[in-house]
C-alpha cells in the first residue's frame, strides 16, 4: 500500500482530533456513527462534519452509509495516527522510501532527529489471501466487536515484545525501539533476506547457525513458525539475523512439533536446493550439542530439553498480557492451520515466492523524504499512547 506521507504535512490539529475520535468510536463501532464521532471530537459549528470530508478526500477514512450515516478509520488513516504518536514521542522525525513488502504488513525506513536510520513495519493484518479468511471469519464471529486495525495492533505488540525479549537473551533480531498501535520501530538490518543470496562464502557455517538458531528457541519455549529463507537476514560477513515474530508459539502448544518441523524442513530444504547441501544421519545420531537426530539428520524436537514460562516473564514486562495472546493466537493459529494444509509443498507460511517486487527490494543509501516535525504535529503534545486526555466525550475542548 501507498503511504502518501505528504498529506501529513497539511492536517491540521482538528484533523488529528476527528481521526482520533474516529478511532475511539472503533472500540465499540466497526463503522462509528457520524453523531459519535461529532460528539467525542466536540468541535463547533458543525466542525466535525467538514473535517470527515477532508479526512475521506485523503483516504483517511471510510465512509458507509448502508445503515447509517457512520465511518471507520482506514490503514492509512491509522497510519497517520501511529506516526504522529511516534514523531510526538521523539522516536523518529521523518518516514522514508518502502523497504519491504511483507504479505501482511509494510516496511520503511524511517530517520530519527540525529539522522540515524531505523525501519518501521506497519501491520496490515486482513491483507491475505483470500483462502485464510474463512478460517478468521469463524472465529471472528465470535467476538462482540472487532477490526482488522485492532488485529494488527495485536500483531505489532506481540512482535515488539518477542523481539525485545529475544533481543535481550542475545538472540540476533533487530534491536526493538518502540511500538505504537500496528507500528513497530526496530533497527535497520543490514543485508538482504536469504531468499535474495545466490552464494555464500560458508554455507555450511550459515546453515549450522540458523539450525542452531532454531534449537535454542525451542530450549528458551519457543517456535517461530514462520522461519524460512524470508524471514532471515544475512549481511556481508554472514551473519544470521532473524526477523517476523507475530506467528510465534510456545513450545508447549498441541502442535509444536509439526511447527518446529517444518521450520527445520524449509531450512533444510532451502539450502539443499540454493546451496547444494547434503545431509546425512551421523553414526551417533547427535549433533554437537548432544540433541538427537532424526534419520534425515534433522534436529529432534523430543530430546531437547526445554524451559517454559519465557513468555510469561518477559513479554508482560512490554505490556503484552496473557489475553492478548490468546486473542492474537487465536486468530493466528486460524491463518497457519490453513497455510500447513494447503501450502505443504512450498514449506512456507510466506506467500511470496513468486512476487518478483518483494524480492527486489534492498537496503542500500536511504533517500529520505522529510516530514517536517513541526509541520505534521501542529502544537500537540508528546503524549502517544493509546488515551487521548485532550478529549473527552462531555466536555468541550
Ligand atoms: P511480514 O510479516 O509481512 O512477512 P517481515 O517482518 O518479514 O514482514 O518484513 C518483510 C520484509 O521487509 C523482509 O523480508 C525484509 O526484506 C524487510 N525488513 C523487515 N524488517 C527489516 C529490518 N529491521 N531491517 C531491514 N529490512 C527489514
Ligand atoms: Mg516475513
Not at 445503515?67 to 495516527?81: M, S
Not at 510465534?248 to 531450512?267: E, P
Request: net charge negative.
Amino acid at each position: 500500500m501507498k503511504l502518501d506521507v505528504d498529506a501529513l504535512r497539511y492536517l491540521s490539529k482538528e484533523d488529528f482530533r476527528v481521526l482520533t475520535a474516529v478511532e475511539m468510536g472503533m472500540r465499540n463501532h466497526e463503522i462509528v456513527p457520524a453523531e459519535l464521532v461529532e460528539r467525542i471530537a466536540g468541535l463547533k459549528h458543525g466542525g466535525t462534519y467538514k473535517v470527515l470530508r477532508n479526512l475521506l478526500k485523503h483516504k483517511l477514512v471510510h465512509h458507509d452509509s448502508s445503515k447509517y450515516d457512520g465511518y471507520r478509520l482506514t490503514y492509512l488513516g491509522y497510519d497517520f495516527l501511529a506516526i504522529k504518536a511516534l514523531v510526538n514521542r521523539g522516536v523518529f522525525s521523518s518516514v522514508g522510501r518502502q523497504i519491504g513488502v511483507g504479505k501482511e504488513s509494510d516496511i520503511f525506513e524511517v530517520a530519527t532527529e540525529d539522522g540515524t536510520i531505523l525501519a518501521m513495519k506497519l501491520h496490515r493484518l486482513g491483507r491475505v489471501s483470500f483462502r485464510a479468511v474463512k478460517s478468521k471469519r469463524d472465529y471472528l464471529l465470535h467476538r462482540r466487536s472487532y477490526n482488522w486495525l485492532y488485529l494488527s495492533r495485536l500483531a505489532a505488540l506481540k512482535e515488539f515484545a518477542f523481539m525485545k525479549a529475544l533481543g535481550e537473551h542475545e538472540f540476533p533480531v533487530p534491536r526493538a525501539v518502540d511500538c505504537n498501535r500496528h507500528c513497530v520501530v526496530m533497527s535497520l538490518v543490514q543485508g538482504y533476506p536469504l531468499v535474495q543470496v545466490k552464494q555464500l562464502q560458508n554455507p555450511d557455517e550459515v546453515f549450522e547457525r540458523i539450525i542452531g538458531l532454531v534449537v535454542r528457541l525451542a530450549e528458551h519455549g519457543l517456535i517461530h513458525c514462520d522461519f524460512n529463507e524470508f524471514n532471515i537476514m544475512i549481511d556481508e560477513e554472514e551473519k544470521v539475523t532473524m526477523i517476523d515474530f507475530p506467528q510465534m508459539v510456545s513450545v508447549s502448544h498441541r502442535n509444536a512439533q509439526m511447527y518446529f518441523d517444518r521450520d527445520t524442513d524449509c531450512i533444510f530444504k532451502f539450502f539443499s536446493k540454493r546451496f547444494h547441501l547434503s545431509f546425512h544421519y551421523d553414526k551417533d545420531g547427535c549433533d554437537d550439542s548432544g540433541s538427537d537426530l532424526e534419520e534425515d539428520g534433522r534436529p529432534s524436537f523430543w530430546s531437547i530439553e526445554k524451559s517454559t514460562g519465557f513468555l510469561d516473564k518477559e513479554l508482560a514486562a512490554s505490556g503484552f498480557t496473557r489475553k492478548d495472546q490468546d486473542e492474537i493466537d487465536k486468530f493466528i493459529e486460524g491463518d497457519v492451520r490453513e497455510t500447513v494444509s494447503s501450502d505443504d509443498e512450498e514449506c512456507t507460511n510466506d506467500n511470496r515466492a513468486d512476487n518478483d517486487d518483494a524480492n527486489a527490494i534492498v537496503n542500500i543509501l536511504p533517500c529520505l523524504q522529510l516530514v517536517e516535525k513541526e509541520a505534521s504535529l501542529d502544537g500537540e503534545n508528546g503524549d502517544n499512547t493509546d488515551e487521548h486526555p485532550d478529549i473527552s466525550v462531555t466536555k468541550e475542548p
